[in-house]
């Protein structure tokens, strides 16, 4: 079977769309940060596919720019979860419940 | 690669590096005096910005650079906010525990994002530019991490932030797959073709979903009131100011002149945007008893107001939004300044807290009253005058547009609404129940003169707003809504350039 860019494009969309299903039921909160790295990965790999099947490269940048991004977005992001757990004793969403009105 | 265009955020991200590293040297007390050091680098930027000696006209870094009279005066009006904002950090600097230095340069780091989202031409940089503002403000958020609500409100933040990320990453690669080109200029060129292809238009839907969140639009405005009550007040204000406008400057560049077509048939579905907007923040914002999550709750209101603007898929529209964010970022400014300067002596962040302001600070109640009152939308303060603005370019545009004459209806409605909950907040201020502790509350000359420029802009906006309502206008005069194409005639040197 010859592999083209429609089946590259329906992993990535399955992918993005188990990473949300993720986001919103999971309740740990590494788990939902793990999820969202899914969607964000499942962006890149459409990306390359486009990249490859248009012969433009652009697309291939942008992985880098998103990669660094992500990167960067995890760096904050578990230190923020390690400052939470450390201040609360807890990764779950449930117990965020100091802000409501 | 022109790297003469790019100097003034060069040169923001030198101030900031220069903040990171003098905090090494010099002795934690000392830590306001940086603080003071970075506000006159940073005026110091804002005058060369604003003077002829900077970047006036171009398009460089293939394409993805723009500056041009919009990118000019969005880098004005974010250097404005960040030096005010540094100044609230000086006043507010006993609240935060530690890394106060770290305060300035995560603020001058969000800047430089601003800086390129003003001169954004390219999805890419649309991108790179909005995460550096928003990982900065999970930052910002969180920084009192003694505090469980920061810690909290960063966490929410940063979750439903990296969703909406995602989002629009994956609304990124679906354009670039139809277009072949993240390019605005070249998604502008082919918006005929482009506007028939399903992948495009999915495409188009995520990036402004992703934009949404950036600006607290229905239904991406679960964030806002969370992170508003939770955060430092400065940061705050600069999320107020600051992201939304970056959101903003971004939606005008995408929306008017990359695909101004398509926008014109989305007609309807910003209409209900709007509308929705509007609606959920006044309505929520009744019942709130916390003085900051009700400022998030009316920023998400603020949001639908501009997005009339776009609605209104006009240059008067696009005009009114400039004006309107001019107004907000003074407004907003004013309340938060004076909601930080009070932090020390009021405990609560609740609306009943500020009982007897009144007589214990006559100043900043009167400050507050005066900020509140403009985002009410009274005369003669220049809230009133830019909601006038856009609900005159709105009507401009109605004939022929049953639609937004139901919009019109539900904007005023929702102005009537804003009325009864800014009111129970100054009636409280003035007229609240009984307080044990009516002790005179000082402020400092820092804080009387922040408060003095934004209440002194707030009112002459309000009564004199032609000058600066003509630099809105030449702002958006750059922009042909209806080509898509920039006018300016150094670009169109390069587009003929590039045509060829």
């Given at each position: 079977?010859?592999?083209?860019?429609?089946?590259?494009?329906?992993?990535?969309?399955?992918?993005?769309?188990?990473?949300?299903?993720?986001?919103?039921?999971?309740?740990?909160?590494?788990?939902?940060?793990?999820?969202?790295?899914?969607?964000?990965?499942?962006?890149?790999?459409?990306?390359?596919?486009?990249?490859?099947?248009?012969?433009?490269?652009?697309?291939?940048?942008?992985?880098?720019?998103?990669?660094?991004?992500?990167?960067?977005?995890?760096?904050?992001?578990?230190?923020?979860?390690?400052?939470?757990?450390?201040?609360?004793?807890?990764?779950?969403?449930?117990?965020?419940?100091?802000?409501?009105? | 690669?022109?790297?003469?265009?790019?100097?003034?955020?060069?040169?923001?991200?030198?101030?900031?590096?220069?903040?990171?590293?003098?905090?090494?040297?010099?002795?934690?007390?000392?830590?306001?005096?940086?603080?003071?050091?970075?506000?006159?680098?940073?005026?110091?930027?804002?005058?060369?910005?604003t003077?002829?000696?900077?970047?006036?006209?171009?398009?460089?870094?293939?394409?993805?650079?723009?500056?041009d009279d919009l990118a000019r005066f969005f880098k004005a009006f974010?250097?404005?906010?960040?030096?005010?904002?540094?100044?609230?950090?000086?006043?507010?600097?006993?609240?935060?525990?530690?890394?106060?230095?770290?305060?300035?340069?995560?603020?001058?780091?969000?800047?430089?994002?601003?800086?390129?989202?003003a001169?954004?031409?390219?999805?890419?940089?649309?991108?790179?530019?909005?995460?550096?503002?928003?990982?900065?403000?999970?930052?910002?958020?969180?920084?009192?991490?003694?505090?469980?609500?920061?810690?909290?409100?960063?966490?929410?933040?940063?979750?439903?932030?990296?969703?909406?990320?995602?989002?629009?990453?994956?609304?990124?690669?679906?354009?670039?797959?139809?277009?072949?080109?993240?390019?605005?200029?070249?998604?502008?060129?082919?918006?005929?073709?482009?506007?028939?292809?399903?992948?495009?238009?999915?495409?188009?839907?995520?990036?402004?979903?992703?934009?949404?969140?950036?600006?607290?639009?229905?239904?991406?405005?679960?964030?806002?009131?969370?992170?508003?009550?939770?955060?430092?007040?400065?940061?705050?204000?600069?999320?107020?100011?600051?992201?939304?406008?970056?959101?903003?400057v971004?939606?005008?560049?995408?929306?008017?002149?990359?695909?101004?077509?398509?926008?014109?048939?989305?007609?309807?579905?910003?209409?209900?945007?709007?509308?929705?907007?509007?609606?959920?923040?006044?309505?929520?914002?009744?019942?709130?008893?916390?003085?900051?999550?009700?400022?998030?709750?009316?920023?998400?209101?603020?949001?639908?107001?501009?997005?009339?603007?776009?609605?209104?898929?006009?240059?008067?529209?696009?005009?009114?939004?400039l004006?309107?964010?001019g107004?907000?970022?003074?407004?907003?400014?004013?309340?938060?300044?004076?909601?930080?300067?009070?932090?020390?002596?009021?405990?609560?962040?609740?609306?009943?807290?500020?009982?007897?302001?009144?007589?214990?600070?006559?100043?900043?109640?009167?400050?507050?009253?005066?900020?509140?009152?403009?985002?009410?939308?009274?005369?003669?303060?220049?809230?009133?005058?830019?909601?006038?603005?856009?609900?005159?370019?709105?009507?401009?545009?109605?004939?022929?547009?049953?639609?937004?004459?139901?919009?019109?209806?539900?904007?005023?409605?929702?102005?009537?609404?804003?009325?009864?909950?800014?009111?129970?907040?100054?009636?409280?201020?003035?007229?609240?129940?009984?307080?044990?502790?009516?002790?005179?509350?000082?402020?400092?000359?820092?804080?009387?003169?922040?408060?003095?420029?934004?209440?002194?802009?707030?009112?002459?906006?309000?009564?004199?707003?032609?000058?600066?309502?003509?630099i809105a206008?030449t702002a958006i005069?750059g922009?042909?809504?209806?080509?898509?194409?920039?006018?300016?005639?150094?670009?169109?040197?390069?587009?003929?350039?590039?045509?060829?």
């Amino acid at each position: 079977m010859n592999v083209g860019l429609q089946h590259y494009l329906i992993v990535s969309g399955l992918l993005f769309s188990i990473g949300l299903l993720g986001v919103v039921i999971r309740r740990n909160l590494i788990v939902i940060f793990m999820s969202l790295e899914l969607m964000l990965n499942a962006a890149n790999l459409s990306l390359v596919a486009f990249s490859r099947y248009n012969s433009n490269l652009d697309g291939q940048v942008m992985v880098f720019f998103t990669i660094t991004v992500a990167a960067a977005e995890v760096a904050v992001g578990l230190a923020l979860i390690v400052a939470l757990y450390r201040k609360r004793q807890t990764a779950h969403v449930e117990d965020l419940t100091t802000l409501k009105f | 690669m022109n790297y003469s265009l790019i100097i003034v955020e060069i040169t923001a991200v030198l101030i900031g590096l220069g903040v990171l590293m003098t905090d090494l040297w010099i002795s934690p007390a000392a830590r306001k005096g940086l603080g003071y050091a970075a506000a006159v680098a940073v005026g110091c930027l804002l005058a060369f910005a604003t003077g002829s000696l900077a970047p006036q006209h171009g398009l460089g870094f293939r394409d993805s650079f723009v500056v041009d009279d919009l990118a000019r005066f969005f880098k004005a009006f974010f250097l404005f906010g960040a030096i005010v904002v540094i100044l609230m950090t000086v006043e507010f600097s006993s609240r935060i525990a530690s890394g106060l230095s770290e305060f300035f340069a995560l603020v001058i780091f969000a800047l430089v994002g601003m800086l390129f989202a003003a001169s954004a031409n390219d999805l890419v940089l649309l991108f790179v530019s909005l995460e550096l503002i928003t990982v900065t403000f999970y930052i910002l958020t969180s920084f009192q991490r003694n505090r469980l609500a920061s810690l909290e409100a960063g966490v929410k933040y940063l979750i439903l932030g990296a969703v909406a990320s995602a989002f629009m990453v994956f609304g990124i690669a679906l354009i670039f797959g139809s277009a072949n080109s993240t390019n605005f200029r070249v998604i502008a060129a082919h918006q005929t073709e482009l506007a028939t292809s399903p992948v495009f238009l999915l495409g188009l839907l995520l990036v402004l979903a992703g934009l949404g969140f950036k600006i607290a639009a229905f239904p991406f405005q679960a964030w806002a009131p969370d992170v508003y009550q939770g955060s430092p007040a400065p940061a705050t204000a600069f999320l107020a100011v600051g992201s939304k406008a970056a959101g903003f400057v971004l939606l005008i560049r995408l929306l008017t002149q990359a695909v101004p077509q398509i926008t014109a048939e989305w007609s309807r579905l910003l209409v209900v945007m709007s509308a929705a907007t509007i609606i959920y923040g006044s309505l929520c914002a009744i019942p709130q008893r916390n003085l900051k999550r009700l400022m998030g709750y009316s920023s998400i209101a603020n949001a639908g107001y501009l997005l009339l603007g776009i609605v209104a898929m006009s240059r008067s529209g696009s005009t009114a939004i400039l004006f309107y964010l001019g107004g907000y970022f003074f407004t907003v400014l004013a309340a938060f300044t004076a909601m930080s300067a009070l932090a020390e002596h009021i405990e609560t962040d609740e609306i009943a807290g500020l009982a007897g302001l009144g007589r214990r600070s006559p100043f900043l109640a009167a400050t507050l009253t005066l900020s509140l009152v403009s985002l009410a939308g009274i005369p003669p303060m220049v809230g009133f005058f830019g909601k006038v603005l856009l609900l005159r370019s709105v009507f401009e545009s109605a004939p022929g547009r049953p639609d937004l004459y139901l919009l019109l209806g539900i904007a005023v409605i929702g102005v009537v609404i804003s009325l009864y909950y800014y009111f129970g907040v100054i009636r409280s201020i003035y007229w609240g129940g009984s307080t044990p502790n009516l002790a005179p509350i000082r402020t400092s000359l820092g804080t009387k003169v922040a408060l003095g420029t934004c209440i002194a802009g707030m009112v002459f906006l309000g009564i004199a707003p032609n000058g600066y309502l003509r630099i809105a206008e030449t702002a958006i005069g750059g922009i042909d809504s209806a080509a898509g194409r920039l006018k300016s005639p150094a670009l169109k040197k390069v587009s003929a350039h590039e045509a060829h």
